[in-house]
């Protein structure tokens, strides 16, 4: 119930291509969180959102945080090599103190 | 500023052997986190801890504990240690708790153990 449900799974995509991942949940959340992992690195923060229909960029990346607080998507524009990694959404569940991860999408830029 | 620091990178046990992870926040921060993250999936929740109390804490045996220091560093103890204990062990920070507006977290490098 409190599962966090991300996709796709992996992605494969040309450089200078705009990529789109989402993450959906059955439980409410009060808060989103996007990271990206390098191999062998901890998760790094890309965007954090905190109210229900946010909109926050971070250079090339966009996320929204979903009018139902069940659901955010992650947008990267205009995709470079360095991009590459995995992407996490996160966050608490609402009444709940621990944070919440989705499965990832493994993201491959090919030049 | 330093970010998350966790101590060692890297270690080598045996089964049924102990081990302590270390982790110190980031200057100012107040909470911690520890998390499991095996090979190809998303981190799992072990605790949470802020103010030296334990504030949460995930699906995870008896053999899985932690402490808080006055300094807000922290330490994750695991005992008996099993063959699935290998993963990287992360821990992150942040300025209070989850369930409030200073919740996002900042994770450290991980600790990578490996259990034979």
């Known amino acids: 119930g409190q599962q966090l449900n991300q996709s796709p799974q992996s992605m494969f995509i040309q450089e200078g291509e705009d990529v789109s991942m989402n993450c959906t949940s059955s439980?409410?959340?009060?808060?989103w969180l996007w990271y990206k992992q390098d191999p062998g690195e901890g998760p790094v923060l890309l965007i954090a959102?905190?109210?229900?229909?946010e909109l926050t960029s971070n250079g090339r990346l966009t996320a929204q945080f979903g009018i139902t607080r069940k659901d955010s998507f992650l947008n990267i524009s205009a995709s470079i090599p360095s991009d590459v990694g995995i992407y996490f959404c996160?966050?608490?569940?609402?009444?709940?103190?621990?944070?919440?991860f989705g499965a990832g999408t493994r993201l491959t830029v090919k030049p | 500023d330093a970010g998350v620091t966790q101590s060692p990178t890297h270690l080598i046990k045996t089964r049924g052997q102990q081990v302590t992870l270390r982790c110190s926040p980031i200057?100012?921060?107040?909470?911690v986190s520890w998390y499991q993250q095996v090979l190809g999936q998303g981190p799992q929740f072990i605790f949470q801890?802020?103010?030296?109390?334990?504030?949460g804490r995930g699906n995870f045996p008896d053999r899985f504990s932690a402490r808080q220091f006055p300094n807000y560093s922290s330490e994750l103890n695991v005992n008996a240690l099993l063959l699935g204990d290998s993963a990287l062990y992360l821990c992150?920070?942040?300025?209070?708790?989850?369930?409030?507006?200073?919740?996002?977290?900042?994770f450290g490098p991980g600790t990578r153990l490996l259990v034979l």
């Open positions: 992150a920070s942040s300025l209070g708790p989850s369930g409030t507006r200073e919740e996002t977290q900042y």
């Open positions: 439980s409410i959340f009060n808060t």
């Open positions: 959102l905190y109210k229900a229909g």
């Open positions: 996160a966050g608490p569940p609402f009444g709940n103190n621990d944070m919440r």
């Open positions: 200057s100012g921060h107040k909470s």
């Open positions: 801890y802020y103010e030296k109390e334990e504030r």
